[in-house]
């Protein structure tokens, strides 16, 4: 996995705990690298899930809340980082449109060895919205903060219900947006 995302994860956690707890969160997986992590390496996904597990168990945060606010945090950087990736759009459901075809073309240009779902837009209306997600790692709650801090980021107040979904040997959720 891509290590600028456990570099923000590590800064959202000094952010919104602390410098000590992001310290023991890290120090708790314990990775091959002593927990150096720089935003350009790789590292195995099972660090980052064994990171917010420990940050769970630390706060008392169940880990789906802690992954998805982890999604709007990122979201946010990424919006701060990429902005042109942002102002190309003028609201959520463009912008979630072409999150595969344009924007992880976009990353794969920074960063070609990074491993990430897939976005494919299975309805679109003027107020609703079903994207299918799929990756490997079953990151669902992260993929549910990254829309929420999207609809953040466009100003929008939308509702998003996700569901599982199985079909030719693959799998992932469906999320439906509807602008409330």
């Known amino acids: 996995m891509l290590g600028l995302v456990f570099t923000e994860f590590v800064e959202m956690v000094e952010d919104r705990f602390s410098p000590e707890v992001a310290d023991d969160v890290v120090e708790a997986v314990g990775g091959p690298h002593g927990g150096a992590y720089t935003a350009v390496g790789y590292y195995p996904h099972q ?4 990171m917010v597990q420990a940050l769970s168990e630390r706060s008392g945060v169940p880990v789906p809340t802690l992954v998805r606010t982890f999604g709007r945090h990122l979201l946010g950087r990424f919006a701060v980082g990429h902005s042109e990736l942002f102002t190309r759009h003028t609201g959520l ?3 979630l449109a072409a999150v595969d075809g344009e924007i992880h073309t976009h990353v794969r240009k920074l960063y070609d060895q990074a491993s990430l779902p897939r976005f494919t837009v299975i309805a679109r209306e003027d107020d609703r919205m079903q994207l299918q997600y799929e990756s490997t790692r079953s990151m669902e709650d992260l993929a549910l903060g990254l829309i929420e801090g ?3 980021h466009y100003g929008e ?4 219900a996700s569901n599982p979904w199985t079909g030719d040997e693959r799998r992932g959720t469906l999320f439906t947006i ?3």
């Open 47 to 50: 660090e980052i899930v064994a």
């Open 178 to 180: 509807e602008r409330a």
């Open 150 to 152: 999207a609809a953040d």
């Open 157 to 160: 107040t939308v509702r998003v």
């Open 93 to 95: 459901f463009g912008f």
